[in-house]
């Protein structure tokens, strides 16, 4: 390979390793933007069901008599696909209300009853699963109960849609690649034939072939061709002149 194509290649690399880091970062883009999504989706869940029980608790209602937060959790579960189930549990440890009616009564991990004694909310992962969880108190300021969501997090098959949207996104990044690099290489080749034009402006005078008008400029390059042509021309016709006197010293023998 001859050392502008290897110039080309090295650089067409370059351009398709940048295309590729590009491309990286587009993805790790929406992984996080998918990530504040769900966060958001998180807090506005616990926000909004620990609200609705403190405000009931301060009506004056015991935990045990809020069964208008039974039809709060299921709406809620209604309006996010991902959402398995929510459960509000009371702080002696069962379950008073929950979207899977067979948790009803029953009593919650020894975990649950643990996060009580914090503020902050919490999270756990199991498999194709993860749960978040808050506490909420009562007038006093005390943990009156806990509530726990668990959401999938198994993979969504694609839809139709989704795939011709890739498949969109796909072309368009081959497309820019192909343009990417059909750029990078009239950009090198603009480069090179305006690096290596003294080169061949010198080559050319060295061959004896007249140069372009617009190489008519004189560089130290081709001062230097010229010099050497001329002595060439100096050699040759020197040679011609020998030869001439030795012809002419053999016709008169």
Known sequence: MTLPGRIHAV?????????????????????????????????????SLRTTAENFLSTGLQLEQME????????????????????????????????DVDSRGRPVPDDWRRYLAQE????????????IGQRFDNDLG?????????????????????WKQKGQQGLQWLMLAALACL??????????????RPY??????LQGRPLAQSDAQTTALTQAALRQ?????????????????????????
Request: glycine share 6%; charged share 15%.
């Open 11 to 47: 650089v067409q690399v370059c351009v398709l390793a940048l295309l590729a880091a590009l491309l990286l970062l587009t993805q790790q883009a929406e992984r996080t933007r998918q990530a504040d999504m769900e966060a958001q989706l998180d807090g506005y869940l616990l926000r």
């Open 68 to 99: 208008a937060l039974q039809g709060v959790i299921e709406r809620e579960q209604a309006s996010f696909a991902r959402v398995v189930a929510i459960d509000v549990y009371a702080a002696s440890g069962s379950v008073l209300y929950s979207t």
């Open 120 to 131: 902050q909310p919490w999270h756990a992962e199991s498999l194709m699963l993860r749960q």
């Open 142 to 162: 005390q943990a009156a109960g806990g509530i726990v969501i668990t959401l999938s997090t198994a993979p969504v098959p694609q839809t139709l849609e989704q």
């Open 183 to 196: 750029v990078a290489w009239a950009c090198v080749y603009m480069g090179l034939k305006f690096l290596l």
């Open 200 to 205: 061949g402006n010198a080559a050319r005078i």
């Open 229 to 253: 042509r001329g002595q060439w021309q100096a050699m040759q016709q020197g040679c011609q002149q020998s030869m001439k006197q030795l012809e002419e010293l053999d016709h008169e023998a």
